[in-house]
């Protein structure tokens, strides 16, 4: 399994961003995909994640107004879009993929791409 994220940058505060993550369509179809972010000296949290079917998403309580996860199954890739970017919004943003639906912990997650770096200036 192979991910690859991509459209991280510096951007002002109340600014978006799109992120995307790249993957085989063979990962599109069968695991669920979901969003990460690190903080510098934090843990790793949950975003959001969609299931394989695009029918079910599932959102951090802090993301449910200004985050939205998206797949496109023409692309195999999935988008993260952020609106009202704020401050504390910059960490590294990962995408991941597991086999099973509900998952919040980075744990069961097993596969990973890379990480884009999300900096919001104030």
């Known amino acids: 399994v192979q991910l690859q994220a991509s459209g991280g940058g510096l951007v002002q505060a109340g600014g978006s961003l799109t992120l995307s993550c790249a993957t085989s369509?063979?990962?599109?179809?069968?695991?669920?995909m979901g969003w990460f972010r690190q903080a510098s000296g934090k843990e790793r949290e949950f975003v959001a994640s969609?299931?394989?079917?695009?029918?079910?998403?599932d959102y951090a309580d802090f993301a449910n107004e200004r985050f939205t996860i998206s797949r496109d199954s023409a692309k195999s890739t999935v988008y993260l879009q952020i609106k009202s970017l704020k401050p504390e919004d910059t960490a590294v943003y990962y995408c991941?993929?597991?086999?099973?639906?509900?998952?919040?912990?980075?744990?069961?997650?097993?596969?990973w791409g890379q990480g884009t770096q999300v900096t919001v200036s104030s």
């Open positions: 991941a993929a597991t086999r099973d639906w509900g998952k919040v912990s980075a744990n069961d997650y097993p596969h």
């Open positions: 369509a063979r990962t599109f179809h069968n695991y669920v």
């Open positions: 969609t299931s394989w079917s695009a029918l079910s998403t």
